[in-house]
């Protein structure tokens, strides 16, 4: 069985900062990226940080410069460091991970942002 176990979800005010994390637990074989979604009351789930096996990173131009997405392979967790934190950040957040034929998804963890 495979599970993607997610936590650091909360309530913060604007400014703050929060940390996901995402560890992965089964067999699940190659991975060739795995990724931070969010999606906000009433809009669509968007990408919004990947990193690639290699390491290469690329995020949403919404969270660019404030987030950062990062791994520990020996852990298998995938971490999302959120700084400056805004209420548009506001979203219920999912990780992901994605193989050459297979995707896992992640449940989703609450991060409201007041002002």
């Known amino acids: 069985q495979v599970q993607l176990a997610v936590s650091g979800g909360g309530l913060v005010q604007a400014g703050e900062s929060l940390r996901l994390s995402c560890t992965i637990s089964?067999?699940?074989?190659?991975?060739?990226?795995m990724g931070w979604h969010r999606q906000a009351p009433g809009k669509q789930r968007e990408l919004i940080a990947a990193?690639?096996?290699?390491?290469?990173?690329n995020y949403a131009d919404s969270v660019k410069g404030r987030f950062a997405i990062s791994r520990d392979n020996a852990k298998k967790t995938v971490y999302l460091q959120m700084n400056s934190l805004k209420p548009e950040d506001t979203a219920v957040y999912y990780c992901?991970?994605?193989?050459?034929?297979?995707?896992?998804w992640g449940q989703g963890t609450q991060v409201t942002v007041s002002s």
């Open positions: 992901s991970a994605v193989g050459s034929l297979w995707e896992y």
């Open positions: 089964g067999s699940i074989g190659s991975i060739n990226a």
């Open positions: 990193i690639t096996n290699s390491g290469n990173t």
